[in-house]
T-cell receptor
């Protein structure tokens, strides 16, 4: 079956512009996560959606970052007024509601802010 | 707070050698999950294993084996008879066991290079 997909795969933007990153989770997966991976680093949690519950936004680094999810499907991560330190790979993952935390990751979006 | 430490930043081995990747974790939870993921050069994370904190049995899957020891808060990963295709960054991760769906806390990863 289809895995987690993300678009675009690469995005180059100028400092100060807004960007939107998209994630399509695996069908039937109710939990969706966004992580950020800076060059040579591990993954940092950003935000987590579980069904219709309020999202866990505790990992968002600033109010320039926001995310939405439509029901139990597509999610969009928006970064406003991008800064050079936002350059990273943004990874999306999904998991089943009853799963034991096993998350399946998408290929990521590489964001470069110039 | 939860924390995962992978002290080895980079490891280089010659093909067919065995290699162990270390992972040490910190958590106040009594129930938690531990994971290993592989990130090949293509960039996509590949799930390797999940371990429940109540299950300390070691696990073997082909050339891969995992040694979970609660007494030392470690969850080490061994690749036997390494191959060039094993070259990747390997991440150890930890999550709480609240309904099974909580964000993962990752270590910084160990880059493994297997030389032919």
């Amino acid at each position: 079956g289809a895995g987690v997909s993300q678009s675009p795969s690469n995005k180059v933007t100028e400092k100060g512009k807004d960007v939107e990153l998209r994630c399509d989770p695996i069908s039937g997966h109710t939990a969706l996560y966004w992580y950020r991976q800076r060059l040579g680093q591990g993954l940092e949690f950003l935000i987590y959606f579980q069904g219709n519950s309020a999202p866990d936004k505790s990992g968002l680094p600033s109010d320039r970052f926001s995310a939405e999810r439509t029901g139990e499907s597509v999610s969009t991560l928006t970064i406003q007024r991008t800064q050079q330190e936002d350059s990273a790979v943004y990874l999306c993952a999904s998991s089943k509601r009853t799963g034991e935390g096993e998350q399946y990751f998408g290929p990521g979006t590489r964001l470069t802010v110039t | 707070a939860q924390k995962v430490t992978q002290a080895q930043t980079e490891i280089s081995v010659v093909e067919k050698e065995d290699v162990t990747l270390d992972c040490v974790y910190e958590t106040r939870d009594t129930t938690y999950y531990l994971f290993w993921y592989k990130q090949p050069p293509s960039g996509e994370l590949v799930f390797l294993i999940r371990r429940n904190s109540f299950d300390e049995q070691n696990e073997i899957s082909g050339r891969y084996s995992w040694n979970f020891q609660k007494s030392t808060s470690s969850f080490n990963f061994t690749i036997t008879a390494s191959q060039v295709v094993d070259s990747a960054v390997y991440f150890c991760a930890l999550s709480e066991a609240k309904s099974g769906n909580t964000p993962l806390v990752f270590g910084k990863g160990t880059r493994l290079s297997v030389i032919a």
